[in-house]
Each structure stands twice: as structure tokens, then as C-alpha cells.
């Protein structure tokens, strides 16, 4: 693997050093050369490796700032906590950051993620998260976003939150399902690992309970790394990292399987007829994320 770029965002001298030395760590093959960048207007069109001390936003609006530039550029971003990181982790992967580390950040851990092809510890695996009943799930996000903070900021979140999900069913909103789906197709085709997608589309409509009980079927087999969201009336979609042709077949059987046993009917009384597809990267066939969605997608969505 070539050596990456790293720039590190940040005012702070503790930061800087703790950056610099785990690049030293992690060696040449990794990181070809350290910047330090002191505001956000230096940010602009970076790739490689990013790492970004939230001190540097005046008045919040890190996560907003990572969502947008993580969709206008290539790069892996780690985002520093003053917080729990346990915490901040999950929030960090919710806009698309490899995830949070600690301030300053522990020199071992961010040597062990420069010198990842993806970003992501080589140690020991995480404890997974705990499943989250998607009916909790926006009320959850919510009081993440906006808990302790003042009004303005609050309201600034909870634009972030509606913009993000699907107020019906609690997984992501399609809009922003795409921008993960356009960062992962572009990190496939770049380091060539597996990606899948899939979809589940039914015709006609169901009330909201039928709605819940899909999206929690669904997020019962995904993992902490997979991304599924809500496309339409009917249709949902899953976003599967790392994940080969056989894996994101059994996933589907899986799925397909346990939502067929819920006998769903829609609202005119007739059964829940489901419809499947699958498609994987990379292939040199697919020229942008738009063309692999839409071998998954109904044709009435592509």
C-alpha cells in the first residue's frame, strides 16, 4: 500500500505531537508526509488521511462539516473526542468518520488505524454495540445530538437528524443512504474489497406498524457497519462493507426469509409478496455508485 497524506486539523500542540509521532510509528509505507492545518478553510480538497480536533469549529457543527466533506472528497477522516469515545464512536461513523479517538488521541491506537488500508484498528475487535429496537432508534440519535447543548445548536441537530432519517421507520433517509453508498463504492473500487448491496421491495403500501416490524427484521442482521435505509413507500436497501457474494446472499435468505414469516398484508388486504436483489463491487462494468444502485433498485426508484 503507497503512503497517504496526513493532515491533522488542530490548534493544539499535544494534538500535533501525538500526530505526528504515531505517523512516525506507523511508518512511511503509511504516511508519506504530516500538515497541520490551524482552520477549516485549509481543509478544502484534501485526501489521504484526515484527523480533526473539534475545538477547531467554533460554536459546533464538526458533524455537519464531516458529512459534507467526506462527500466531496476521498479521504479517511478520524474525528477526536473530548468525550467518552465509546460514545462519540457510533456518532463518528453515523457521518461517515472512520471513527473517534480520544484527545489527544492515544499514539498506539491512531499508529494501528494510519497504517490500516481502511482506517480501522488492528487490534483486538471491538465489543459490538448493542441491537437497538428500531422504534428507539430516533429518539436515541436525537437526545446524542442535541442532549447538553445550547438552544441553537440544539435546533441545528435536530435539522441534522431529520435530514438523515426516515421519520416512519427510524433507518437512514435515502439521501443520505446515497451519500454512504457513493463513499463506499469509491473506497471499493480504490482498495478493492467487497461491497454489496441489496434490496427488498414489495408492491403497494402497509401502516406504520408493518413499517417498524420490517425495519427491525432488517437491522436484526446487519451489523454495526451496515447501512440500511428506506427508498419509496416499499422498498428498503442494505449496505454491506467487506461483505463477498456468498455473505451478502445469506444475508438476503435470511432476511427474505423472516420477513416472509410475518404474513405482512397492505392496506387493501392482499399478501406481501417480497422482491430481492443483489449486486456487488468492485466491477469494472460499474461506472459510478448511480449505476450499482440501480441494479437493485425497482425500476419505477432507479
Request: charged share 25%; hydrophobic share 40%.
Amino acid at each position: 500500500m503507497p503512503g497517504r497524506p496526513l493532515s491533522i486539523l488542530t490548534a493544539d500542540s499535544l494534538v500535533e505531537s501525538a500526530c505526528r509521532e504515531a505517523a512516525a510509528k506507523a511508518g512511511e509505507q503509511a504516511v508519506s508526509e504530516v500538515q497541520i492545518l490551524e482552520n477549516v478553510s485549509q481543509a478544502e480538497g484534501l485526501e489521504g488521511l484526515v484527523v480533526v480536533d473539534p475545538r477547531v469549529f467554533s460554536g459546533g457543527g464538526v458533524h455537519e462539516w464531516c458529512l459534507k466533506f467526506l462527500r466531496e472528497n476521498r479521504a479517511l477522516l478520524f474525528l477526536l473526542t473530548a468525550g467518552n469515545t465509546g460514545d462519540a464512536d457510533g456518532l463518528a461513523r453515523f457521518v461517515g468518520a472512520q471513527g473517534a479517538l480520544g484527545l489527544p488521541p492515544n499514539v498506539d491506537d491512531l499508529a494501528s488505524r494510519l497504517a490500516s488500508p481502511f482506517g480501522a484498528p488492528t487490534g483486538p475487535r471491538p465489543v459490538p454495540l448493542p441491537e437497538v429496537d428500531a422504534r428507539d432508534l430516533e429518539g436515541t440519535l436525537a437526545a446524542a445530538l442535541s442532549g447538553g447543548e445550547d438552544e441553537d445548536v440544539s435546533d441545528s441537530r435536530q435539522s441534522f437528524l431529520a435530514a438523515v432519517c426516515d421519520s416512519e421507520t427510524g433507518l437512514y433517509s435515502a439521501d443520505f443512504w446515497r451519500h454512504r453508498l457513493d463513499e463506499e463504492f469509491k473506497r471499493s473500487n480504490r482498495f478493492r474489497f467487497p461491497l454489496g448491496i441489496c434490496s427488498f421491495a414489495f408492491d403497494g403500501e402497509v401502516d406504520d406498524g408493518s413499517l417498524l416490524d420490517i425495519a427491525s427484521i432488517i437491522l436484526t442482521d446487519t451489523r454495526d457497519v451496515d447501512v440500511v435505509a428506506r427508498f419509496g413507500l416499499n422498498t428498503f436497501v442494505a449496505l454491506l462493507p467487506h461483505t463477498g457474494p456468498e455473505g451478502a446472499r445469506l444475508f438476503v435468505e435470511r432476511v427474505e426469509q423472516r420477513l416472509s414469516e410475518l404474513g405482512l398484508e397492505d392496506l387493501v388486504g392482499d399478501s406481501v409478496e417480497w422482491n430481492t436483489a443483489v449486486a456487488m463491487c468492485p466491477d469494472a462494468e460499474l461506472s459510478n455508485s448511480d449505476a450499482f444502485l440501480s441494479r437493485v433498485l425497482p425500476a419505477q426508484l432507479a
